[in-house]
């Protein structure tokens, strides 16, 4: 999964645009929630994460701090968007799993085919 990935499911689900220099609480916390997502869905580093969204490393790592000491606390309603962009996530995971079985299935059906072809040669 890739930070962009979240980020557009995180803006999707709450109407934000995460680059937006506002500051309002709901702002933080939905980007916190976005920072949180990153950490804990990619390998991507504070700062790329930062990036993405016009912030420093500094502002990440503090908006991780906020949803795990705060959020997860008083905010149930993050808590509750942290979890259903996670299971959109899982999803979309599985269902790329799935077009795999699926391709290399009709994989291995052509070459069945191929095989019975040259066979009959």
Do not use: P
């Not at 995180?10 to 937006?20: K, P, Q, S």
């Amino acid at each position: 999964m890739t930070i962009d990935k979240i980020r557009e499911l995180v803006e999707h689900e709450t109407g934000y645009d995460l680059t937006d220099k506002k500051r309002t609480r709901e702002r933080v916390y939905v980007r916190s929630v976005y920072f949180k997502l990153c950490r804990s869905n990619t390998l991507a580093s504070l700062h790329k994460i930062g990036l993405s969204v016009n912030k420093d490393h500094a502002t990440v790592l503090h908006g991780i701090r906020l949803y795990d000491e705060t959020l997860t606390r008083w905010e149930k309603a993050y808590v509750e968007l942290y979890k259903k962009v996670e299971d959109r996530l899982r999803n979309k995971k599985q269902d790329k799993v799935l077009q795999l079985q699926e391709v290399r299935n009709e994989i291995n059906k052509l070459i069945q085919k191929i095989d019975k072809l040259e066979a009959d040669v």
